[in-house]
């Protein structure tokens, strides 16, 4: 069993950066793992996946260069470090353990921690 608890959102201005972690309690330095966003109205969509090790990383198109998720496996968390944020970048953001790691199938969610980016 793996429980992930996200933390590190807030409201910051268009232009500003926020670092987010997902502590997790349980093993997954075996999994692959990623960050989901879900803006208001809108579905659940991957942002960026790492593998087990940190050294295959995968972002989004919307996010690249933005956006640079790392992984810690001694301390179990996972970070998503968020640069030039932009309006479009609100919304509920979750970590997650992946099912595979070439995809977005979640096996594990957080709760999510909220990102509010204002124009």
């Known amino acids: 069993q793996v429980q992930l608890m996200e933390s590190g959102g807030g409201s910051v201005q268009a232009g500003g950066s926020l670092r987010l972690s997902c502590a997790a309690s349980?093993?997954?330095?075996?999994?692959?793992m990623a960050w989901f966003r879900q803006a208001p109205g809108k579905e659940r969509e991957g942002v960026a996946r790492i593998n087990t090790w940190g050294g295959s990383i995968y972002y989004t198109d919307s996010v690249k260069g933005r956006f640079t998720i790392s992984r810690d496996n001694a301390k179990i968390t996972l970070y998503l470090q968020m640069n030039s944020l932009k309006p479009e970048d609100t919304g509920m953001y979750y970590c997650?353990?992946?099912?595979?790691?070439?995809?977005?199938?979640?096996?594990?969610w957080g709760q999510g921690t909220q990102v509010t980016v204002s124009s």
């Open positions: 997650a353990t992946l099912g595979s790691c070439g995809g977005w199938v979640p096996t594990y």
């Open positions: 349980g093993y997954i330095s075996g999994y692959c």
